[in-house]
Structure formats: C-alpha cells, structure tokens
C-alpha cells in the first residue's frame, strides 16, 4: 500500500491553515477509504519563520488526531527552501507538495497518485485555466516560462511547485548540492517517467499573497541565472556588435574628418557616450548576478535549518 506525504509551506497562514487541512484531511482520508494510500500517510506542515500564529496552530493540529507532522524552521528561508526542507523530512513512498492557499485544485492528488502507480516518479501539476489570475499575473509568467525554455532552461510549462515525486526521484533530488534553490528547474533534471495531470487555478481562500511583484522578480531571476548562461553569452555577442559599429563609425568619422564636410555638434559625441555606457552598466549588473551566485554558493552554507520537529 502506498504511503503518501504531502508537503505544505507555510509563512503567516493563520487566516487559511484551519481550512487547508480539514480540505488535505479530507482527501487523505478519502483516498485511503478507496485503498489507494495507507492510513499512515501524513500532511507536513512546513513553518518557514512565520510571525503570526501560523506555528501555534500547527503544534494543535499534531496534538490532535489528525493526521499532521509539523516542521518549525529556525527563521524566514524562503518559499523554495521550505519546500525542500519537507520533501526531504517527509518519510512517505511518494510525496507531494501544495501551497498553503487552496488555489490548486485538491482533486488533481488522486490523478497524481493514479499516474504514479501507473509507473511515473514524477507527476507535474499543469495549469490549463489561469483565469483566476490578473491580465498581467498571467502574461508575464506565461511569457517568463517560454524566456526559460528559450535559455534552455528545462522547465514544465504552466507548472509551478504542484508535484508528487517519487522515493527514488528525492533521493535524486537530495544529490542537488546548490544553495540557490529553484525547483522548477531542478525537478526536471532528476530524470525517471514522468508525466502532467491538468487543473484549474482558482482564488485564493484567505489571506494575503506571499509572492508579490517583488519576490516574484526575484525568483524570476533566480531561475534564469542559475540555469542558464546564455545572459553571459548574449553580453559577448552585444560586445562584438558594439565593435564592429565603433570600427564603423571610426572609419566613417576619419573619412568625414578628412574630407572637410564634419559639422560640429554634441549628439555624435554624448549619445554614443551615453549609449555604450549604459551597455557597460547592464553588462557589469549581469556578470555581478553571477558573481554573487558564486560567492553564495562556495560558502556551502546550510540550505535551511530546523528548530523543531513534531
């Protein structure tokens, strides 16, 4: 009988926790009325260093008789980080994991599972109905997954960290050794069968999103440089182009200067100023992204660590 963990990240989640884990219960409990997990599976409550009582209502719910392990991180890791942590204190043949907020559908678990007996390590959650999402939500993350792919950047489309993986697909993903974590694109690296099941995104239950413009940038960022090196490769062929230009327009400024037809004037020489210079600027910006990957990653820092276990 298959054992199943599912992994739920939490950062100030009072407002919806009670009911994300009397829907989870609910399917848990459903799907091993119908034989198809064991009753020893187990909803992880991940606490990435909330500030509300997102962690007392997690030490309740494991003194009930629900079946809920909670995981108190030592502070604020980050939504990426929280997920690893559970995917690797989960204990389950097949885990899965699900954002705290209700907005993926909770019926596509048991498709999950049937993919898996059916032989799959990995099982994606596919996106096929954001109209839940604003006009902009939808276009700029539908846009930013074909930039990746377009970097080379193996990614599912329209997935972001809806799964269940396998035991043989974690132990895969526990050799990953990087600091910066970005799952979307490491997931799919691990290897094994896999597959997509479909489902609509719908609103959020309560509360805030925790994933505003801001850290949605920066995750946008995280994937792109961690990925890929094509950032670094477009900053050379930018800079052979500006070259052969300058050559150009070097040999074009002698010829006018020696022929007598030049006409003083500031816009030949502030706007090619101003021009390279900005590509210095942004090219120094993309090489410092880099850089500072690298000096995150050689301090081998702890990716995460934990203050309690329940």
């Known amino acids: 009988m298959l054992t199943l963990d599912i992994v739920v990240p939490c950062y100030n989640e009072e407002e919806v926790l009670g009911e994300t884990v009397r829907r989870l219960t609910a399917v848990c409990r459903d799907l091993v009325d119908k034989g198809k997990i064991a009753s020893e599976s187990r909803i992880y409550l991940v606490d990435d260093g909330s500030r509300d009582r997102t962690w007392e209502l997690i030490e309740g719910f494991c003194q009930s008789d629900l079946p809920v392990r909670g995981i108190k991180l030592a502070r604020n890791y980050g939504h990426q980080r929280a997920v690893f942590a559970g995917l690797m204190t989960a204990q389950g043949d097949a885990v899965i994991s699900i954002d705290a907020d209700l907005q993926d559908d909770l019926d596509a678990i048991e498709k999950m599972v049937d993919a898996h007996v059916e032989g799959y390590d990995v099982v994606y959650g596919v996106r096929d109905d954001r109209s839940s999402d604003t006009f902009f939500k939808r276009f700029s993350a539908e846009s930013y997954y074909r930039l990746l792919n377009a970097m080379g950047v193996e990614t599912v489309f329209n ?7 396998s035991r043989a697909a974690l132990s895969n993903l526990g050799q990953f050794q990087e600091t910066n974590l ?6 799919p690296l691990v290897g094994l069968p896999s597959t997509t099941v479909s489902y609509a995104r719908s609103e959020r239950f309560a509360g805030e ?10 995750l946008a960022l995280e994937g ?8 670094l490769r477009l900053i050379f062929l930018v800079g052979i182009a500006l070259f052969v ?12 200067a020696f022929s007598g037809a030049s006409v003083p004037g500031w816009a030949s020489t502030v706007v090619p100023i101003y021009f390279l210079g900005s590509i210095l600027l942004l090219s120094i910006g993309v090489i410092g992204e880099y850089l500072g990957k690298i000096y995150i990653e050689v301090k081998r820092r702890p990716r995460y660590l934990v203050e309690k276990v329940l």
């Open 159 to 165: 997935h972001a960290d809806y799964r269940l993986m």
């Open 209 to 218: 999103s925790k994933y505003p413009l801001g850290k949605m940038i920066a």
């Open 245 to 256: 230009l300058s050559t150009g327009l070097g040999i074009w400024g002698l010829y006018v």
């Open 182 to 187: 970005f799952l979307r694109g490491m997931v």
């Open 224 to 231: 792109v440089s961690s990925f890929s090196a094509v950032p």
